[in-house]
Structures are given as C-alpha cells and as structure tokens.
C-alpha cells in the first residue's frame, strides 16, 4: 500500500491516507449472481467516508458486479467523491495463471488512479496508454500506463486549480 499510495500521491498531488476499515459484506452479497452488489457497497462507502476528505475509494478483495456487467474491476461517480475498486479479478490465480503480487499490485494501482480520475471528473480517454483508457480485461490494464495523457493530466491541473482555488482543498 505504501508503494501504491506513494503514486496516487505523484499522480494527483494531493496528500494521501490508507485506512482501515471492517464493514459486514454479507449485506451486499447477492446468492443469485455469488457476487457482491458495487452500486450498494459504493453507497457505503460513501456513508463510511471522513467529512476531511475530498475522494475516498473503498478498496475491497470481494468479486463486484453491477447489474449490466457480469463484473466490474471498480466504479466511481463522475465529479464525485467516492468509488470503490476490488482486487478480485485482478489477479492472476483468477485466470488459472501462477501468482504475481508484484504485477496484481500494479493493476490494482492503475484501477485506484483510473477511479480517482473518475471522480476528478475524467471520462475515458482513446489515448492507447492512458490511464483514463477503459478496461474490459486485465490484459487491458497492463497495456496501460499508471500516467494521464498530456490531455487528462491538464484536465486534471484544471480540476486540481478549481478544487484548490475554491478553498475546498482537503485530504485525499
Ligand atoms: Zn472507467
Ligand atoms: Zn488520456
């Protein structure tokens, strides 16, 4: 988390804190599907989120699913203050492949960065390496970058600029 945290920071310049946090998922779990509900765990996440903060991104190790998708890696409103992002899908004993921590770990970094840019009010980006560009699959994500484009990161600087300028800079 150290790592991951340490380039949020680099992406966003906002200071960054991890937290930890116990919340019953059996609430959120749907038998139908064995997968767990991301609309409802992002509402509470939301619900859970420190008034100091300006984003918060729930990070979970559960499967999530929203009901037009068979699964999602994460979620985040557009302009808005949380999302949720899981570890699930992204590893690679998922897919029947040999473990690796160090590249599960650089894709949960760029779905962390990729939310957070959600919520700076980022959409998707066609730039191939863009972190902003969407992904289907976890092949997609390590076609990516942990970077915006020159584009997105000056609709980011703008972003940054408005949120800072109209005091309401808080923590991440
Ligand atoms: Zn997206
Ligand atoms: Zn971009």
Avoid: W
Wanted: charged share 25%; net charge positive; proline share 3%.
């Amino acid at each position: 988390m150290d790592i991951i945290m340490a380039d949020i920071r680099k992406e966003f310049q906002f200071p960054v804190l991890f937290k930890e946090c116990s919340i019953d998922l059996s609430n959120f779990y749907d038998p139908g599907r064995r997968q767990y509900n991301a609309n409802e765990l992002l509402g509470k996440v939301a619900e859970l989120s420190s008034p100091n903060a300006l984003k918060t991104i729930g990070l979970f190790k559960v499967d999530l699913f929203i009901p037009i998708l068979t699964y999602i890696f994460g979620q985040a409103f557009l302009n808005g203050n949380t999302g949720i992002v899981s570890l699930y899908r992204l590893r690679n004993e998922h897919y029947g492949l040999e473990k690796d921590e160090k590249l599960q770990l650089e894709r949960f970094k760029k779905v962390i960065i990729h939310e957070l840019g959600h919520s700076f009010g980022l959409t998707h980006c066609h730039n191939p390496v863009c972190i902003m560009r969407s992904s289907t699959y976890v092949e997609d994500i390590d076609q990516k970058d942990h970077h915006f484009c020159h584009t997105c990161k000056s609709l980011l600087d703008e972003k940054r600029r408005e949120l800072i300028g109209s005091n309401k800079h808080k923590r991440l």
